[in-house]
């Protein structure tokens, strides 16, 4: 806890008035600050440890066009603007046992469901209840009028890593057994990434659960949002 220092009671606390560049700075750092929270906002999850995201596909959306000769801008004497840019602005959610997991972002949609939600360990025979999360993950797909998905498939670090990507694969490939006959319309990508891509951290048990899964990813065409 920080005490603040008073001052007597006879001494007036001067108002200091700010140089127009040092309210400038200001201004130019709040509006950085601004930028940087709408790149990096989160909901309910951390964000993945891979940088490269297999699934990841650029928003497509215009940039917003910025007069560089506005006054309201109030850059710094010599200041010019840099590139625009449009920040894609990632939302995950999974629930409280992270069986399943929801990435959306301007472009995508990615459901995720762990490998003992779909499987028996170490096999690629799904499971009695695996059914009703695919079919529930086939109507999502229906309600965004997709017509290209990925089925990609992940595991943990143990065992070898030729094992994992021919697990993983077969795996992608099950998950895509069952949406297909529901997803006619839909021209598939399936693939095997084996211990590539973490989520979380290898190092216990709870990670390696969230690592071994299967994602099914869509392009956002305008369809219902949940």
Not at 89 to 104: H, L, T
Not at 170 to 199: C, S
């Amino acid at each position: 806890m920080t005490t603040a220092m008073q001052r007597p009671a006879s001494t007036p606390t001067p108002i200091p008035t700010a140089p127009r560049n040092a309210e400038r700075r200001r201004i130019a750092f709040c509006a950085t600050v601004v930028v940087f929270l709408g790149a990096t906002t989160l909901w309910g999850a951390s964000g993945a440890m891979a940088d490269d995201n297999p699934t990841a596909v650029p928003s497509a959306s215009p940039p917003v066009e910025v007069d560089a000769n506005s006054p309201g801008l109030m850059l710094g004497d010599g200041a010019t603007l840099g590139k625009v840019r449009v920040l894609d602005i990632k939302s995950i959610v999974e629930d409280m046992g992270g069986e399943e997991r929801r990435e959306d972002t301007n472009a995508d949609i990615t459901l995720a469901l762990q490998a003992e939600v779909l499987f028996g360990k170490d096999s690629a025979k799904l499971s009695g209840e695996a059914n009703a999360r695919i079919n529930a993950i086939a109507e999502e797909i229906k309600n965004q009028n997709a017509t290209k998905v990925r089925v990609f498939g992940f595991t943990d670090n143990l065992g070898t890593s030729a094992h994992g990507d021919v697990l993983s694969k077969q795996r992608a490939n099950a998950v895509q057994g069952v949406l297909a006959p529901k997803l006619p319309d839909v021209t598939f990508e399936i693939r095997g990434y084996g211990e590539q891509y973490p989520i979380s951290s290898n190092d216990t048990e709870e990670g390696r659960k969230k690592n071994r899964r299967v994602e099914v990813s869509f392009p956002r065409t305008g369809g219902s949002q949940n």
